[in-house]
């Protein structure tokens, strides 16, 4: 079965505090691409980032960076230096196909930046 | 500002009303879908079109039926809802649904079915 789960229900930091979100996914084909999506308060999803399955090699892109580990499924998502701005709910994805009919979405994580 | 334009922003209707939401892309995408987004569930695809033709029906309940006339509109007509069905409705498109792109996704309309 293909599933992501987020464990973080909800998290709340102090602005400037690291942050990391944790997602972590099952699925038993091979080929798979992984998704962060974030959703502010206005309600769209904006992409953050898409990982295949054979790229394990971290990413870093200003204050985001995210952790792909095969070995533990899982990929992970650190903001550094977090801004108020960075409040949201993130959602890790997972597409287990080349032609993007069979997506699936974890339950999301709350983050809260505290000024 | 989003490529992706969904109209109504906020629905509150009946059970035994008709309403449409509908969905707009400027980006020259040839995929387009739709997502429920309850409190009580993660996110769901419930349709996919792909050069205007249905490709995914996720299980949708009959109520919910989907028109794509051209490349750039989608719909999503409502009638005869349940309480339940309330949750925001997501449109997205992608470039290509075959190339498993990244999809952009409109703000959603948030529907309440009283």
């Known amino acids: 079965a293909q599933k992501v789960t987020q464990a973080q229900t909800e998290i709340s930091v102090v602005e400037k505090e690291d942050v990391t979100l944790d997602c972590v996914y099952e699925?038993?084909?091979?080929?798979?691409?992984l998704f962060w999506y974030k959703q502010p308060p206005s309600g769209e999803l904006v992409f953050l980032i898409r990982?295949?399955?054979?790229?394990?090699q971290n990413e870093i892109s200003g204050r985001y960076s995210w952790n792909f580990q095969k070995s533990t499924s899982s990929f992970n998502f650190t903001i550094t230096a977090s801004q108020v701005v960075d409040s949201a709910v993130y959602f890790c994805?997972?597409?287990?196909?080349?032609?993007?009919?069979?997506?699936?979405f974890g339950p999301g994580t709350r983050l809260s930046v505290l000024p | 500002e989003t490529g992706v334009t969904q109209t109504p922003r906020h629905l509150v209707m009946g059970m035994t009303n008709k309403k449409s939401l509908k969905c707009e892309q400027h980006?020259?995408?040839?995929?387009m879908y739709w997502y429920k987004q309850s409190a009580k569930k993660p996110l769901e695809l419930m349709f996919v079109?792909?050069?205007?033709?249905?490709?995914e029906n996720n299980s949708v309940p009959s109520r919910f039926s989907p028109e794509c006339p051209n490349s750039s509109h989608l719909f999503l007509h409502l009638h005869t809802l349940q309480p339940e069905d309330s949750a925001l409705y997501l449109c997205?498109?992608?470039?290509?649904?075959?190339?498993?792109?990244?999809?952009?996704f409109g703000q959603g309309t948030r529907l309440t079915v009283v």
């Open positions: 997205a498109s992608s470039q290509d649904q075959e190339e498993n792109t990244e999809a952009f």
């Open positions: 699925t038993r084909d091979t080929t798979y691409y």
């Open positions: 990982r295949n399955s054979f790229d394990e």
């Open positions: 994805a997972l597409s287990w196909d080349n032609y993007g009919q069979n997506f699936v």
């Open positions: 980006l020259g995408h040839n995929a």
């Open positions: 079109y792909s050069l205007e033709e249905r490709v």
